[in-house]
């Protein structure tokens, strides 16, 4: 097995914080109902940041800590559902914003909220075609540009952000993924409309529905946990993290309950930041790093699942 060595971390949210009582002057609700729903408290909302500028901070911070040379870069993968446009892609905007060389390969691609987990196997697999180089890898969402905030269902629970990393090929490390995909063809679950055809026009809000999207987070996941340990021949005991999309601290629960994942191998945010979707598992790559919670070899499952319907587990060690 060949896998992937995390050079350099780095993240960025908006400075604005919207509280549940701030929300609950806006649309019927109150933190007593979204607090115990979701263990969500605070999201960071962007006022004029779209998401080429929140991927563009996250991206030097992470190439100052891993401190490359630009040059050394060879691909960027920018994993959002929120990109300024069509095209340009965010990641070739990124190219030229971040004085990045030509012979870069920019891509933008969405898998929602698993966006990070699927652009991480992506790289894996590019940088052992190119491992002289390294790729850049970003999870950045203004997903609160595409809510309806008079639809309490969806408006309490997203916010915006971006991390990122720099990754280089290591043909001793390991990276194992499990990635799975369930077309929602009839966009039942959870959508956002995409490119208008004539006379015809939605308005560009996230549309869910809350109780099918809760019912496929806490089984989907487990499906890929399952397997990915299975392929290694581990427990879940033998893990020293498990990452979660944050996407509500009860989904989470129930999936630990049933895995038996302990308190101490769980990093959360999602309190602060309600569900930054692609950018939710860089972000909190990117605190652990600074924080100092992880150590060479630590053994790492990073676990995705959002629209699409999309959800995977990538086992990798720091
Ligand atoms: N504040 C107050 N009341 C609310 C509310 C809010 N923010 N949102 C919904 N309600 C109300 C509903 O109108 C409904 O009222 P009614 O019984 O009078 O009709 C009641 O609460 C129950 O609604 P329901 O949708 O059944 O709530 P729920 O317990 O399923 O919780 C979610 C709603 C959205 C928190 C929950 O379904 C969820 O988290 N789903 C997963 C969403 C997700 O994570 N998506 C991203 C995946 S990557």
Redesign the pocket.
Known sequence: MSGIDILGTGCYVPEYTLSNDELSTM????DE??YP??GIKNRHISKTENTSELARIAAERAIADSGVSKEDIGFIIVATCSADHIMPSVSCMLQKLLDLPEHVMAFDMNA??TGFVYAMSIANAMLATRPDRLALVIGAEVFSKMLDYTD???C??FGDGAGAVVARHNPRGALQEAIFSRGDADASH?YIPGVPFAGRQEPPYCK?S??D??KF?VEAPIQSMKQILADLDCTIADMDYVLF?Q??A??IASICKRLKIKDAQLYCNIEEYG?T?AASIPIMLDEMNRKGLLKKGHKLLLVG???GLTWGTLYMEW
């Open positions: 649309v019927d609700t109150s109902w979204i729903r979701t929602a909220c309490r269902s969806t309490i629970l959870i869910m809350g109780q999207v809760f987070a999309h996407a509500n009860r989904i569900n979707s699942f959002g629209a």
